[in-house]
């Protein structure tokens, strides 16, 4: 069974950082990209980044992020444990939400999520 | 970036009606588009993948066509576990792109 655990999240002062993984099992990690995408509260569904596969690395580049967390948030994959983490920097409000992994399929895209883990931040 | 609108922002159903929802891409995004379903407090469940394909163990009253900027989701004999917020996004290219939303409640 395909399964996604993320974990980390917690309350945070603005400014600070934490750091979420994303332990996934039933399933060949290392052939599958990974996403992390958040939801505000009441709000909808927000991509934050992607790592490729050590195999797929396009130009030289092996992750992707949204505009609003671009050079403050960074994900890193070590395939050896099956965990994807996703180290946040410099926190703001607005960044408060619910943080999902996801894998990436080929031809299904993002067909299995986490359960989510929650980032509060706040002063 | 590609946007992605949906219709209606919610619906009203009953049990046993049948319940459409429109997806609209702002360019062509081919067949590259997911339907989602989230209830309150859980994870984004994949329904189908894409725009026609259903996902594995979902029940087949649950449906999707088109292609390019036109999508259509329907739900066939509305069960009372189906109320819930159903969500479209498009997955490729990077980044993937949800529409706003649309709640199907009772």
């Known amino acids: 069974e395909v399964r996604l655990v993320e974990s980390g999240g917690g309350f945070v002062q603005p400014g600070r950082s934490l750091r979420l993984s994303c332990a996934a099992s039933g399933f060949i990690f290392d052939d599958f990209p990974v996403s992390w995408f958040r939801q505000a509260p009441g709000k909808g569904l927000e991509w934050v980044g992607f790592i490729r596969t050590r195999g797929f690395v396009l130009y030289n580049v092996t992750t992707e992020y949204a505009a609003s967390v671009k050079d403050r948030f960074s994900i890193s994959r070590d395939n050896s444990k099956g965990i994807a983490y996703l180290q946040m920097n410099s926190l703001k409000v607005e960044d408060t939400g619910i943080y999902y992994c996801?894998?990436?399929?080929?031809?299904?895209?993002?067909?299995?999520w986490g359960q989510g883990t929650l980032v509060t931040v706040s002063s | 970036d590609i946007q992605m609108t949906q219709s209606p922002s919610s619906r009203s159903a009953s049990v046993g009606d049948r319940v459409t929802i429109t997806c609209r891409a702002s360019e062509d995004i081919g067949d590259y588009l997911n339907w989602y379903q989230q209830k309150p407090g859980t994870a984004p469940k994949l329904l189908i993948y894409g725009a026609s394909n259903l996902q594995t163990g979902v029940p087949s009253r649950f449906s999707g066509r088109g292609s390019g900027t036109e999508f259509t989701f329907t739900i066939d004999s509305l069960q009372p576990e189906d109320f819930a917020t159903y969500y479209c996004?498009?997955?490729?290219?990077?980044?993937?792109?949800f529409g706003p939303g649309t709640k199907v409640d009772i």
């Open positions: 996801t894998r990436v399929a080929p031809l299904a895209g993002n067909d299995y």
């Open positions: 996004q498009k997955y490729d290219p990077i980044p993937p792109t």
